[in-house]
């Protein structure tokens, strides 16, 4: 059984990053610039935007992290993003989600201009990763591709099964594994909470993807011997022995489904590290298409 190992993979991605980023330098242009917004003091968005800023720099990326309280009302959000969008300054515009009750999220995300939205949410980014054109691919299933990638996994002619169908996860995960690419042609099945007989279905997956936010949820006798196990899953639960008083779970149950598995990514130190290596690659690009 093989770890895919997100460390590994992402920093293979973070020094080719940093080797453009310092021709850049040495060239004496702009560097990239990634603004991220944070709203309010949840703590795993903390955490999330943190790593965000602290990636951006071991790559030579320049970050802005721009925070609001959690009241913050919606028009100044709003107006923070106008002006992201207008500054010349300014590659790629990341708001961290969740927002608070009172902030329409739709509006925050088709706020971001198109070519500044480095996470990929906006319906237009969305409309092209559909239809094979060039966009900025949402960093979690970016991430999972970059690490097929990088350990020469071809999902070409199987079955992959994806259980989730969120616009930031499931969804663009299944159309890439679908769609006609290198790390892509596999046929795809997307399960959600109205899937009868999931277990069924996921014991039929070559590649099965677990992203449902159900920690453990995915059980040996879910998975097929010999498949390809993606858990993308995070969730904090408790635990009073954990110096934090939590620790994070994916949404397999590693210790039962690994020894069948042919390949799986652990959590924490798998899909999470590529999610910024996807991030990291999409300011890049958007550098890239404004020079
Ligand atoms: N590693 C990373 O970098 C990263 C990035 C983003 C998210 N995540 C994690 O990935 C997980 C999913 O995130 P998300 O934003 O996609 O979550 P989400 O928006 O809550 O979507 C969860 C999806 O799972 C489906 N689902 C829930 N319970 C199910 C069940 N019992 N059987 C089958 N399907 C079920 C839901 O179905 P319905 O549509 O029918 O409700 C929904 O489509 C979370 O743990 C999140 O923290 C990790």
Same mark, same amino acid.
């Given at each position: 059984?093989?770890? !895919?190992?997100?460390?590994?993979? *992402?920093?293979?991605?973070?020094?080719?990053?940093?080797?453009?980023?310092?021709?850049?330098?040495?060239?004496?242009?702009?560097?990239?610039?990634?603004?991220?917004?944070?709203?309010?003091?949840?703590?795993?968005?903390? #955490?999330?935007?943190?790593?965000?800023?602290?990636?951006?720099?071991?790559?030579?990326?320049?970050? *802005?992290?721009?925070?609001?309280?959690?009241?913050?009302?919606?028009?100044?959000? @709003?107006?923070?993003?106008?002006?992201?969008?207008?500054?010349?300054?300014?590659?790629?515009?990341?708001?961290? !989600?969740?927002?608070?009750?009172? +902030?329409?999220? $739709?509006?925050?995300?088709?706020?971001?201009?198109?070519?500044?939205?480095?996470?990929?949410?906006? &319906?237009?980014?969305?409309?092209? @990763?559909?239809?094979?054109? $060039? #966009?900025?691919?949402?960093?979690? &299933?970016?991430?999972?591709?970059?690490?097929?990638?990088?350990?020469?996994?071809?999902?070409?002619?199987?079955?992959?099964?994806?259980?989730? /169908?969120?616009? +930031?996860?499931? /969804?663009?995960?299944?159309?890439? !594994? *679908? *769609?006609?690419?290198?790390?892509?042609?596999?046929?795809?099945?997307?399960? =959600?909470?109205?899937?009868?007989? !999931?277990?069924?279905?996921?014991? $039929?997956?070559?590649?099965?993807?677990?992203?449902?936010?159900? &920690?453990?949820?995915?059980?040996?006798?879910?998975?097929?011997?010999?498949?390809?196990?993606?858990?993308?899953? +995070?969730? /904090?639960?408790?635990?009073?022995?954990?110096?934090?008083?939590?620790?994070?779970?994916?949404?397999?149950?590693?210790?039962?489904?690994? &020894?069948?598995?042919?390949? +799986?990514?652990?959590?924490?130190?798998?899909?999470?590290?590529?999610?910024?290596?996807?991030?990291?690659?999409?300011? @890049?690009?958007?550098? $890239?298409? =404004?020079?």
């Amino acid at each position: 059984m093989l770890v !895919l190992d997100g460390k590994i993979a *992402s920093a293979a991605i973070k020094e080719k990053l940093q080797q453009e980023v310092a021709l850049i330098v040495e060239k004496k242009q702009r560097i990239p610039h990634l603004a991220a917004i944070l709203i309010g003091n949840n703590g795993a968005s903390e #955490t999330y935007v943190a790593s965000k800023v602290k990636n951006c720099e071991e790559v030579g990326i320049e970050s *802005s992290l721009i925070r609001f309280e959690s009241d913050v009302d919606q028009t100044t959000l @709003l107006n923070k993003i106008e002006e992201l969008n207008t500054d010349a300054n300014i590659d790629g515009i990341l708001v961290q !989600l969740p927002l608070p009750g009172h +902030i329409n999220e $739709q509006k925050v995300i088709e706020a971001i201009h198109p070519t500044k939205d480095v996470d990929g949410f906006h &319906p237009i980014s969305a409309g092209k @990763l559909v239809q094979g054109m $060039q #966009t900025f691919i949402p960093a979690t &299933p970016y991430g999972i591709m970059l690490m097929l990638e990088h350990y020469n996994i071809q999902p070409k002619g199987k079955h992959a099964v994806v259980i989730g /169908r969120s616009n +930031i996860v499931g /969804r663009p995960m299944s159309i890439l !594994l *679908s *769609s006609n690419t290198k790390y892509g042609n596999a046929t795809v099945t997307i399960c =959600h909470s109205h899937t009868p007989n !999931l277990a069924e279905i996921c014991l $039929q997956a070559d590649i099965l993807v677990a992203a449902l936010g159900k &920690p453990g949820f995915v059980k040996a006798n879910m998975v097929k011997d010999g498949a390809i196990v993606i858990d993308v899953g +995070i969730t /904090r639960v408790e635990d009073n022995t954990a110096k934090k008083g939590f620790r994070i779970k994916g949404d397999v149950a590693y210790d039962e489904v690994a &020894p069948k598995a042919a390949a +799986i990514t652990p959590v924490p130190g798998g899909v999470g590290l590529m999610t910024i290596a996807g991030l990291l690659k999409n300011t @890049l690009q958007a550098y $890239q298409q =404004h020079q």
